[in-house]
């Protein structure tokens, strides 16, 4: 797992700083600070996961690792993908007006 915390967002409640001590630290005014380079080994995952979770404003995110080798799967259908959008010819259907 890999973490990062977005300085920007936090407001200072200090949660995380409860849930995972050995991860995140307070400066003088409350607001957190990411301790180490963000990488968090299996045994840390739990306590880690609920600061995540438990973050107020979501200044804590998990970063995804990226595999540019995995192509998602295309679909089989034949279907038009512009079917489905609201445009003015379909306004009664969706119920939005200009």
């Not at 995140?24 to 600070?33: H, I, K, T």
Request: aromatic share 8%; net charge negative; proline share 7%.
């Amino acid at each position: 797992m890999r973490i990062r915390l977005d300085r920007t967002l936090c407001d200072g409640f200090g949660i995380c700083a409860r849930h995972a001590p050995a991860y995140f630290s307070l400066d003088d005014w409350g607001y957190a600070s990411l301790i180490g380079d963000g990488n968090v080994p299996e045994q840390d995952h739990d306590a880690v996961l609920r600061a995540l979770l438990d973050c107020p404003v979501h200044a804590i995110m998990e970063l995804s690792e990226r595999r540019p080798d995995v192509v998602p799967p295309h679909s089989a259908t034949d279907e038009d993908p512009g079917a489905h959008l609201k445009t003015e010819g379909n306004e009664a259907e969706w119920g939005f007006t200009r």
